[in-house]
């Protein structure tokens, strides 16, 4: 059974790091591609940062410069990077992965900005 787990979240003040993993198990595909998103209360669920294995990445205009999304392949696990943070990257953020064409979402992590 394909499982993806986040971790990372957490409280942090603005100005300040984190950073989530996504580890990937439960399937010999390696995934692909791998993407972050975010959902903040009564919002929609919106792309953040997303890296395939050829190791293409696409951010949102919000984050650019400030998340680096990257993968370690030999532990099957995505990590974003998340600094200078702001009031408004409170959200619970979702790990989502195609692998061997079919979409996984993990359970989510909780990061809170605030001072």
């Known amino acids: 059974q394909v499982q993806l787990v986040e971790s990372g979240g957490g409280l942090v003040q603005p100005g300040g790091s984190l950073r989530l993993s996504c580890a990937a198990s439960?399937?010999?595909?390696?995934?692909?591609?791998v993407a972050w998103y975010r959902q903040a209360p009564g919002k929609d669920r919106d792309l953040v940062a997303r890296?395939?294995?050829?190791?293409?990445?696409t951010y949102a205009d919000s984050v650019k410069g400030r998340f680096t999304i990257s993968e370690d392949s030999a532990k099957s696990t995505v990590y974003l990077q998340m600094n200078s943070l702001k009031l408004e990257d409170t959200a619970v953020y979702y790990c989502?992965?195609?692998?061997?064409?079919?979409?996984?979402w993990g359970q989510g992590t909780q990061v809170t900005v605030s001072s």
């Open positions: 439960g399937s010999t595909w390696r995934p692909n591609p």
């Open positions: 989502y992965a195609v692998i061997s064409y079919q979409a996984y």
């Open positions: 890296i395939t294995t050829g190791g293409s990445t």
